[in-house]
């Protein structure tokens, strides 16, 4: 069956600490791909999104992504975080064939300060 | 910006009771989608549409309805809730099916 997998259910990390988030999907065909965040009680909001060329995808907030085709993976980077990044992401797939979105289960990401 | 709105914020219910969570865009964008998230699921389609009176089933769909008479506004309707629905709803939009799309605010629903 089509599906995303988010590696980890909750990372917790310190300030200033270096940031991976894994996702990879199972569909075959093209895909566009995306990493949405969710701010505690707020709604989801675009990181990023992958479509065609580069295979590394700067976003918002200092956040990159990789697109790994071999791996069917996408994972979601951040140097350095802050306090603020404290929220949870989401990597979502489309599968352009017949329009199909999927999400995966979500990682909450905490940073103590 | 208004952009989408959900309403209700909020609402409880008993089982066996007719809901309906309405969705309201400014933008004019063709697709319109509703979502479930439940913990460990993440976000799960229950139906989208690609425009005005279209509608298509998504990976969660039983027990929901769904209607668009008019692009702007996509009603989701749960005929006769039951407690496993109750989650929190987020409606999106988009102006193409392959493009990042827009989130509301989400109607959290509880049914005792």
């Known amino acids: 069956a089509q599906s995303v997998s988010q590696h980890n259910h909750h990372v917790i990390l310190s300030e200033a600490a270096s940031l991976e988030l894994g996702c990879n999907y199972s569909?075959?065909?093209?895909?566009?791909l995306f990493w949405y965040v969710q701010y505690p009680g707020q709604h989801l909001q675009l990181l990023l999104k992958?479509?065609?060329?580069?295979?590394l995808v700067k976003g918002i907030k200092g956040f990159e992504a990789e697109f790994i085709k071999s791996k069917f993976s996408f994972n979601l980077r951040k140097p350095s975080v802050q306090w603020s990044d404290t929220a949870e992401y989401f990597c979502?797939?489309?599968?352009?064939?017949?329009?199909?979105?999927?999400f995966g289960a979500g990682t909450r990401l905490t940073v103590k300060p | 910006d208004a952009g989408i709105t959900q309403s209700p914020r909020y609402k409880i219910t008993e089982t066996g009771r007719q809901v309906t969570l309405m969705c309201h865009q400014t933008?004019?964008?063709?697709?319109m989608f509703w979502y479930r998230q439940d913990l460990g699921h993440g976000l799960r389609l229950i139906y989208y549409s690609a425009a005005a009176d279209i509608t298509d089933k998504g990976e969660v769909s039983d027990g929901y309805v769904v209607s668009r008479s008019k692009t702007e506004n996509f009603p989701l309707t749960l005929e006769s809730a039951t407690r496993s629905q109750t989650s929190v709803y987020f409606c999106a939009s988009s102006g193409y099916s392959n493009q990042p799309q827009h989130f509301g605010d989400g109607t959290r629903l509880s049914i005792l």
């Open positions: 992958y479509f065609s060329g580069d295979p």
């Open positions: 569909y075959g065909g093209t895909v566009n």
């Open positions: 933008w004019s964008h063709s697709y």
């Open positions: 979502a797939v489309n599968l352009m064939e017949n329009n199909d979105m999927r």
